[in-house]
């Protein structure tokens, strides 16, 4: 299957089981079911484990679409260090928050997706994953003269001026240059940085 | 402005709300019929008004995963799209956004299951109740129906000594329920944009999760525990006086003890057609698997991209569109989609592939294009090939001008289109309704596509010595920025001057399509509709989008 990324499956389960484990327990509260007070427990340990959950961890290769604000509970996260980060622990994490809540039958769905996505943890923390957090990109200061970039020295492909019976039109700018000199912008080049 | 954009998008608009519409007829007249059918008024007695709940999201339900096969079974989509039944134009643009309807539709199974799922939840919990030694008058009377011989029995709960945990997984429907809902849970997390992206492999594999879905959907009311009074019963047992004479319904002949019945399974009526033309889908997919396929060329161009020339019996293809590729010594279950780039007019078929990933890494290995000696043509691994799948482009050639706009990647279709235009341009028996072609390509450099460069090259000239230099006009953007930049520059390059809509007559309808990243198309199609003029005689651009 090549190299998934598990622990980027995982923490989607996670998070979708910890908003399960709050509707479950909302239910069992607001309706008052036998041994509610698991209901409570389980909305508890629901925001806790969307909270845990909420920021994506970096891939291992390519680039990783934040969630949206993030960054906030990214930098309690790092706090935490080696708890956070290793898997090993959050699969252990997420298999002790699922078992009360499996007691009830409003939040049994919790349980079971808690529990299937501490497997999938267990699984990423096997081959080696690891959470890290999303450094936001530092803005660097540019050194003029390293960004201006080169356009391009030769001209697009074009075939022998007696082959081309086109007359030179607005439009043409971009390809209008005769053969074998800089190719010449169809609008001034300015270095914007972003 | 609005109004531009609600006549572009008005159909699918008109879709989605029909659809929106049905769903909630079936949701409100179901609930209405449970809130008010006197069969089920001793199991309203009981359960209150969450039986409706959780009947009507079960018929919007059944109604959904009807549905949500259809928009995903790739060959149906195509041969509708290759009668002329609903041809040209909007309608063919709906079929383009099957995938977008599957979406819907699958949000529209979460919401109701949510809604199933919390009305169950109560209904357990007061069938649960009325077992105890304070549930009172008529409650405890229904429950207690079904002890005795000769009795029929309402609440599937017997006794207070349990937990609805235990009694749930007692019964078909619970546990086909929660091994439902979890199938769901799990297809939807490992579908979500970005696990698609990370690992697409994962997300197709997990979706097929839907099997145990469908199988346990049609089983899930088996048990038949839904449950209301029998028609002999109802005629002999006046609801209307006899519920509140309980106490005498064992004695009295007037009120004889109600009789009830549970409600056949209905599920498997709604999703049996569905599942039927996917397995046959998915046969057609393995027979197309088992045909052959003929690789008449190997290309290895310098720039990391294989071309491979194919033949396959009574393959009939149109410009634009995409074939899937397996290839059984790499994997057995991978099928990848790549666009053709060779024109229909031309006795094989070809696709250009580049390395994005594990897989086409191992096919240009196989192949033999990481630079090593040409690989006999015996030893080449075994190739599958399922389609031709349509594509917006063909909608290229209704128009008397076509403005095509092409970012990285996205060139690729546009190989097959120019290649098929100039062969129907040439061709002094066909009359071409499209008399003008703009084509527009943005990448960071042409090295990688230098393949489609050459084709350039070599369409200018072939127009040129046919008179036709003024067919296609073409205009390169070559950028080492950011593709966002370049795009910006593309499209207010033309903003300035004026060039299409200035050499128009009118009226005019004027295609525009466009392959390349969401931002492009966006923007594109922004661009149209604050062209587009508002007076039907003007010009109009009407956007077309290719997506993968």
Not at chain 2, 445 to 472: I, N, P, V, Y
Request: aromatic share 12%; hydrophobic share 45%.
């Amino acid at each position: 299957m090549g190299q998934i990324e598990w622990a980027m499956w995982a923490n989607e389960q996670a998070l979708a089981s910890g908003l399960i484990l709050i509707t479950g327990g909302i239910v069992a509260t607001a309706g008052r079911f036998t041994q509610w007070y698991f209901g409570a427990y389980s909305i508890a340990a629901g925001v806790f484990v969307c909270l845990l959950e909420y920021p994506r961890g970096k891939r291992a290769k390519g680039t990783t679409m934040e969630r949206c604000g993030q960054k906030y509970m990214t930098t309690v996260l790092k706090l935490f260090g080696p708890l956070t980060r290793n898997y090993y622990i959050r699969a252990v994490l997420h298999l002790m928050l699922s078992v009360p809540a499996g007691f009830l039958l409003a939040t049994i769905l919790g349980t079971a997706c808690l529990a299937i996505a501490s497997g999938i943890y267990l699984l990423a923390a096997v081959r080696g994953e690891q959470w890290m957090p999303i450094e936001p990109k530092p803005r660097q200061r540019p050194q003029v003269g390293a960004t201006i970039k080169q356009p391009p020295s030769n001209p697009p492909p074009r075939p022998p001026a007696e082959a081309r019976k086109k007359p030179s039109e607005g439009e043409e700018a971009a390809a209008g240059v005769s053969a074998g000199g800089p190719q010449a912008n169809p609008i001034p080049v300015t270095d914007e940085v972003v | 402005m609005m109004g531009c954009w609600i006549l572009h998008e008005g159909l699918t608009i008109i879709l989605v709300l029909s659809w929106l519409g049905v769903n909630l007829y079936l949701f409100i007249d179901t609930f209405r019929w449970y809130e008010e059918e006197e069969s089920f008024h001793y199991t309203r007695a009981i359960l209150g008004s969450t039986l409706a709940w959780a009947r009507a999201s079960a018929l919007c339900l059944n109604f959904n995963c009807m549905l949500i096969l259809l928009p995903v079974s790739r060959n149906l989509i195509s041969f509708i799209r290759g009668t002329s039944i609903c041809c040209r134009g909007p309608w063919r643009r709906q079929l383009d956004k099957n995938l977008k309807f599957h979406k819907l539709i699958a949000y529209g199974i979460a919401v109701n299951a949510t809604i199933h799922i919390v009305a169950h939840l109560f209904n357990l919990e007061r069938y649960h109740l009325s077992q105890t030694e304070e549930a009172g008058g008529l409650v405890a009377a229904l429950s207690k129906l079904g002890n005795a011989p000769n009795e029929t029995y309402l609440n599937p709960i017997r006794t207070f000594h349990t937990n609805t945990t235990t009694e749930l997984l007692k019964t078909i429907a619970g546990i086909t329920g929660l091994v439902i809902s979890l199938a769901l849970i799990l297809i939807m997390t490992s579908s979500t944009e970005f696990i698609r992206q990370v690992s697409y492999e994962l997300f197709w594999y997990t979706h097929h999760v839907f099997i145990i879905f469908f199988i346990s959907l049609a089983i899930h009311g088996a048990g038949r525990i839904v449950r209301g009074q029998t028609p002999e019963s109802l005629s002999l047992h006046n609801v209307t006086f006899c519920r509140d004479h309980y106490a005498e319904w064992q004695t009295a002949t007037q009120c004889p003890v109600p009789q009830f019945s549970g409600k056949e399974p209905s599920a498997w009526k709604w999703v049996l057609s569905p599942v039927v033309l996917y397995a046959c889908e998915r046969i057609i997919r393995f027979w197309r698997f088992q045909q052959e396929v003929v690789i008449t060329k190997v290309v290895s161009h310098p720039s990391g991209v294989l071309e491979l020339h194919m033949k396959k019996r009574s393959f009939k293809m149109a410009p634009g569109q995409y074939i899937l590729v397996q290839c059984p010594a790499i994997s057995s279950l991978e099928w990848h989609p790549f666009t053709l780039t060779s024109a229909p007019q031309e006795d094989f078929f070809s696709v250009h592939i580049r390395e994005a990933g594990d897989w086409t890494r191992a096919l240009l290995k196989a192949f033999g294009a990481e630079g090593q000696a040409p690989k006999e043509p015996w030893s080449l691994p075994r190739l599958a090939v399922d389609g031709p799948f349509g594509a917006a482009l063909t909608d290229v050639f209704h128009y008397p001008v076509s403005v095509c706009i092409a970012a990285g990647i996205g060139v690729t279709p546009f190989a097959a289109l120019l290649k098929s235009i100039w062969y129907q341009c040439c061709d002094s028996q066909t009359q071409l309704k499209l008399s003008k072609v703009y084509f527009y390509w943005i990448c960071r450099d042409a090295r990688a596509f230098e393949w489609f460069a050459d084709l350039l090259l070599s369409l200018e000239t072939r127009m040129s010595e046919q008179g036709k230099t003024h067919f296609l006009s073409y205009h390169i953007f070559l950028t080492g920025w950011d593709e966002n930049q370049a795009i910006h520059i593309a499209l207010h390059w033309d903003e300035n001057n004026d060039v299409i809509t200035g050499k128009l007559s009118f009226p005019c309808l004027v295609g525009v399509f466009s392959c390349g990243p969401k931002a492009l198309s966006k923007t594109l199609q922004r661009m149209c509709h604050l062209y587009s003029s508002a007076d039907p005689r003007g010009v109009h651009f009407y956007y077309n989008e290719e997506s993968f």
